[in-house]
């Protein structure tokens, strides 16, 4: 009985939200009564809200000896997804939605890992299955449209970005990713709307230059792409990604010392960067430095890129 | 005085550009009557070539410049240098024709040279890319000249200047290299015809023997110019090119025809003869007569310029007959070869229409294989400036609008001839950058379109805090015990060592209100119990009857339910000899308020103390040797003198390890002696 007590008092504590001491009781509790097997999930409770995802496991596998349930599946699941263990997190999230069918955040983070493993069209099924089940959660729209951008659908991904819109979600990333795609699909004027809301709901989120550079790009404005790369470089000057596609917009400008610049700056950063050895190759090309183009294409190419057939030609010996 | 001073410095110093008022060249203007003479007279001579019918600007120079040194603040004689320069080498008229604007009189001077003046420095601007200040010399021209036609000239050029701006800023991926001196001569070098399946170029040059250097070329057929002559040179790669000579097979040809295009198989050259076209057939190393071809395809206007398509189904031609768009167009007709050497035309000449030819002049005309693009040059509204090479591709009901290639294969200089090579990433073109100065240039677009890679970011899920996670999964709720339920537990009593049964007395204690729940023995061969017990309680149970089993660190913990259940459960007794050291597992420590202090929980460690206490009651000849931490050994001990145990039944033994559990050793009474004794 004093076990018990033991247990049920750490269960108000955790009813309390206080963990620690909830952890004190729950292990006092199988002190007297190893076999308390609520006491072992209860503490795994305790040790995931405190991230202690190792010691959460351990409890979370004392408890399934004798039980098992779709919870505590499921918080093996985001365990082991902690501890970077995907597939075995992938596991449990199956094997909680086999035990409930209604656990849609189960299904969730099955999309999440398929997602982060590349395979989309299952990660959309995932998110699918979890908005069927509970369709209000703005997240679940906005990542099923992340995938949808993805794959290239940007009309699908369009629709489930507005939905999540429409449940709330404000954020700058959702914006900026609405003017992605709305630019994808050559709709400018909702592009440069969404970048501009974006830009208002945080000026900072440097990933919305990039889109506004890229929607002048789409119109091919390279002087105001310049300009806009530029103002995003001045929230974070070593970003990769806006320097290259400032030296591509350089070079539309036939500017190919600027663009030079911006290359070497981004294979200084990242001396593996496959698509700035390209365009570097291709601006020392249009500078008439045939001999570092082509050491540059190559370098491109033993990093995936695909030559076409007239740079092989042109850099045969 | 201080004026003559000065033109006196200018003189000797023999500075070239004028800053200042306008000096006229009269005689009281010049206090060296001498040089005043040397001016007139050069001045005279020079106009004599610069107002002739045929000018001969650059001999002129040679007289303006005399006087210029002698008088640099003449705005007329500054124009003049510009308008030689300007048809001769135009990147050296500006200083002059700049001077030329800073000392026009307005009241004095001919408005109409004022606008040319200022219409040639408008269009050096332009050459430069120097679009507003070329806009403004426009503007300036158009005020000094109110005629219809040069209005029109002006806004079309004011136009493409507003247009350049634009196009400039935006370059094509092209590059424009001048082939090598062997081939590009002082004189005009043009029209390179690719034959030998494209190894070799067939160009026109002016080169030897030239009594004038006016040039022949879009309207070389008008112009009675003597001595053209063809040249062939072979292309052993893109930057190396074989040597220069005359093409003897092309050396039968008057003076004035200009061969415009050779068939792609060499069987046939076009020929353009006093404005109307001539095919003639070409047998080895020798060419036949050329044969006028009939009409339409020659009119009473003229033709200027005619190539086959690869395929050899059509010729198409360049005429400014009645009937066209306006200006020069493009046209083309069919036909048929025919006992090998005789061509047959198709009746109608079509006018490949408007999206090709416009109001203002097409002309030269060449094809990929295939017909796949057509390649012009026009001197239309959207062309950067001068003739412009401009591209139309074909669909199923005749030629696209035609693109302009862009700067800089374009500029605001005269691009001409262009003959494109079968890949059309690459091509030869003729481009006059002076009025008599053409080149042959070799272009490579080099296919960046949308080629380069832009990068994006990697798009990051949104992801849920462990809030959000946990909202999902609850924790499990509190225990609710009914003691109405009786649970039946089963099993044996085993040795933990030999697992043989045990036969021992026990009593079963509820552990929350320590009153005896049972009472039994077990069988002595099967060591085997069943007990019904009220469920949702813990239970202690207490040995006795064998001396070999003193103590049981057993809690029997019963889970409540709702369900009559059974449960079995086999239970391990360790022997109680002097050697055993039984760890007391379930005695509870935990961290006190200072370092390092650890505190026995009384609460969580209730059930084994209630054991011991029970066993040593039970037992008069038992004692404990307490083993341990000394700290946690000693709170034990108290904790068991405070439940009523005889402080002579116990004894210590301290172990220096802070961590180690406490330990019991059960002695009986007699041993406790000798140990007694022994101290």
Redesign the interface.
């Known amino acids: 009985m004093l076990s018990f007590n033991m247990y049920n008092t750490g269960v108000s504590y955790l009813k309390n939200n206080n963990i620690d001491s909830a952890l004190y009781c729950f292990s006092k509790s199988l002190a007297i009564n190893p076999e308390l097997s609520k006491a072992y999930y209860n503490s795994a409770y305790c040790y995931y809200i405190l991230r202690d995802y190792d010691n959460c496991l351990r409890n979370i596998d004392m408890f399934m000896k004798n039980n098992i349930t779709a919870d505590c599946v499921y918080l093996r699941g985001r365990c082991n997804h902690h501890l970077g263990n995907l597939e075995t997190a992938l596991a449990d999230y199956y094997n909680a939605t086999i035990i409930d069918g209604n656990m849609d955040m189960a299904y969730y983070y099955c999309g999440v890992i398929n997602f982060e493993s590349g395979d989309y069209a299952k990660a959309i099924s995932n998110f699918s299955k979890a908005l069927n089940i509970n369709g209000k959660k703005y997240v679940y729209y906005y990542n099923r449209g992340c995938c949808y951008k993805r794959i290239g659908e940007y009309e699908l991904a369009i629709n489930d970005f507005i939905k999540a819109l429409s449940l709330g979600d404000n954020s700058s990333q959702l914006k900026n990713n609405l003017a992605f795609c709305y630019m994808k699909t050559r709709n400018v004027r909702n592009a440069v709307k969404n970048v501009n809301e974006a830009l208002g709901t945080d000026s900072a989120f440097v990933e919305t230059y990039n889109t506004n550079g890229l929607v002048s790009y789409l119109m091919r404005n390279m002087k105001q792409m310049v300009i806009q790369l530029t103002d995003g470089l001045a929230h974070r000057p070593n970003d990769i990604v806006l320097l290259n596609n400032r030296g591509v917009a350089y070079f539309e400008l036939g500017n190919y010392e600027s663009a030079l610049a911006d290359f070497d700056k981004v294979l200084r950063l990242n001396p593996d960067d496959a698509e700035a050895y390209f365009n570097r190759g291709n601006t020392k090309m249009m500078l008439r430095d045939v001999y570092g183009a082509c050491s540059d294409w190559h370098q491109a190419q033993s990093r995936g890129i695909e030559l076409q057939e007239w740079i092989i030609e042109e850099c045969e010996p | 005085m201080r004026k003559l001073l000065i033109i006196l410095l200018l003189s000797v110093c023999g500075s070239l550009v004028a800053v200042g008022q306008n000096m006229e060249f009269v005689k009281y203007n010049f206090y060296n009557k001498k040089a005043y003479k040397e001016a007139m007279k050069n001045l005279k001579q020079g106009d004599k070539l610069f107002y002739a019918k045929n000018p001969d600007y650059s001999q002129a120079l040679n007289y303006f410049y005399v006087a210029q040194n002698i008088n640099p603040y003449n705005a007329k004689l500054n124009y003049k240098i510009g308008k030689c320069l300007y048809y001769s080498c135009k990147d050296k008229a500006k200083p002059y024709l700049f001077a030329a604007d800073g000392l026009w009189n307005d009241l004095t001077h001919d408005s109409l040279m004022i606008s040319e003046s200022s219409f040639m420095l408008a269009d050096v601007y332009k050459s430069e890319l120097i679009f507003d200040s070329a806009v403004y010399y426009f503007r300036k021209a158009a005020s000094y000249d109110y005629t219809h036609s040069i209005n029109t000239l002006i806004d079309k050029e004011i136009r493409q200047c507003l247009n350049n701006d634009t196009i400039t800023?935006?370059?094509e991926?092209v590059?424009v290299d001048l082939l090598p001196v062997a081939i590009n001569s002082d004189d005009n070098d043009y029209l390179p015809i690719l034959i030998n399946y494209n190894r070799g170029f067939v160009f026109n040059s002016d080169r030897k023997n030239s009594a004038s250097k006016k040039s022949k070329l879009i309207n070389f057929n008008k112009n009675k110019n003597p001595v053209n002559k063809f040249y062939y040179c072979d292309i052993i790669s893109k930057n190396d090119y074989g040597t220069v000579n005359e093409y003897a097979l092309l050396g039968s040809l008057k003076d004035d025809d200009i061969v415009t295009d050779i068939s792609f198989d060499g069987k046939f050259c076009l020929i353009i003869r006093n404005g109307d076209i001539y095919v003639s057939s070409i047998n080895g190393t020798e060419l036949s007569r050329p044969k006028k071809l009939p009409q339409p395809v020659n009119s009473r206007d003229e033709e200027s310029f005619a190539c086959f398509n690869k395929n050899m189904h059509y010729i198409y031609f360049v005429s400014d007959r009645a009937g066209g768009k306006g200006g020069k167009d493009i046209y083309r007709v069919s036909f048929i070869i025919y006992k090998e050497d005789n061509f047959r035309f198709s009746d109608k000449v079509e006018n490949l229409g408007e999206n090709v030819n416009t109001e203002y002049d097409e002309i030269s005309v060449s094809l990929l294989p295939f017909d796949n693009a057509m390649y012009f040059c026009s001197n239309r509204m959207d062309a950067i400036g001068g003739f412009d090479v401009f591209v139309s591709l074909p669909d199923e009901y005749g030629w696209l609008p035609a693109k302009n290639l862009g700067y800089p294969l374009n500029t605001p200089d005269d691009e001409l001839y262009y003959y494109p090579v079968r890949d059309s990433?690459h091509g030869y073109l003729t481009r006059r950058v002076n009025y008599n100065d053409a080149n042959i240039y070799r272009a490579e677009f080099?296919?960046?379109d949308n080629?380069?890679?832009?990068?994006?970011?990697d798009?990051?899920?949104?992801?849920?805090s462990?809030e959000?996670?946990?909202k999902?999964?609850?924790?499990?709720?509190?225990?609710v015990?009914s003691e109405n339920v009786v649970v039946s537990v089963s099993g044996r009593f085993i040795d933990k060592d030999t697992h043989e049964p045990v036969g021992v007395s026990v009593r079963v204690y509820?552990?929350?209100t320590m009153r005896i729940k049972a009472s039994f023995v077990t069988h002595a061969q099967t060591g085997r119990y069943r007990i019904p017990l009220p469920s949702?309680?813990?239970y202690l149970l207490a040995l006795s009857g064998n001396d070999d089993y003193l103590f049981c660190q057993k809690?029997l913990?019963v889970?409540?339910t709702t369900t009559p259940q059974s449960y079995e459960l086999d239970i391990e007794l360790q022997k109680t000899s002097n050697e055993s050291l039984i760890n007391l597992e379930?005695l509870?420590f935990v961290p006190g308020t200072t370092e390092g202090e650890v505190v026995l929980?009384e609460?969580?460690s209730?059930?084994i103390i209630a054991l011991i206490v029970m066993m040593l009651q039970g037992n008069d000849n038992v004692s404990l040797v307490i083993v341990g931490n000394e700290s946690k050994a000693v709170q034990f001990g108290k904790q068991l003198v405070m439940n009523g145990i005889s402080t002579n039944k116990l004894s210590y033994q301290f172990v220096d390890e802070p961590d180690s559990n406490v330990s019991i050793k059960i002695l009986k009474e007699e041993i406790l002696k000798e140990n007694v004794g022994g101290e």
């Open positions: 800023r935006h370059p991926k590059f990433r080099v296919d960046f080629k380069m890679l832009i990068k994006n970011y798009d990051a899920l949104f992801d849920l462990d959000d996670d946990l999902t999964v609850s924790y499990e709720p509190e225990l015990v509820d552990l929350n949702g309680a813990d809690i913990h889970e409540g379930n509870v929980d609460e969580a209730f059930p």
